[in-house]
């Protein structure tokens, strides 16, 4: 099992920035890593993803403003959002995925606030 804890998140102004930490109770180096947001009334939505080899994946409405990145010997993923907007306002959430003798795992974390407002 992997437990994943979220921070960062907090009240910014419209066109400020936060810089989100997930951090893994192990390592997960070889996970695919991601950041999903869920707003009220609304569906989860992929928000950024980070494959082992660090290929990057992003959602049309976050590309050039998001950047997720990792260290894999603190194991923890960030994610980097500049030029935030209301509509990102939303619980962002940490996921690790992996398969495991073919059969996929996936674990999350809590989540952590992100309003955005004025």
């Known amino acids: 099992q992997v437990q994943l804890v979220e921070s960062g998140g907090g009240l910014v102004q419209p066109g400020g920035s936060l810089r989100l930490s997930c951090t893994a109770s192990?390592?997960?180096?070889?996970?695919?890593k991601g950041w999903y947001r869920q707003a009220v009334g609304k569906q989860r939505e992929l928000v950024a993803t980070i494959t082992s080899d660090g290929t990057t994946n992003y959602a049309d409405s976050v590309q050039g403003r998001f950047t997720i990145s990792r260290d894999n010997a603190k194991n923890t993923v960030y994610l980097q959002m500049n030029s935030l907007k209301s509509e990102d306002t939303a619980v962002y959430l940490c996921?690790?995925?992996?398969?495991?003798?073919?059969?996929?795992?996936?674990?999350w974390g809590q989540g952590t606030q992100v309003t955005v407002s004025s």
């Open positions: 192990g390592s997960i180096s070889m996970y695919v």
């Open positions: 996921n690790a995925e992996n398969y495991l003798f073919g059969v996929l795992r996936q674990f």
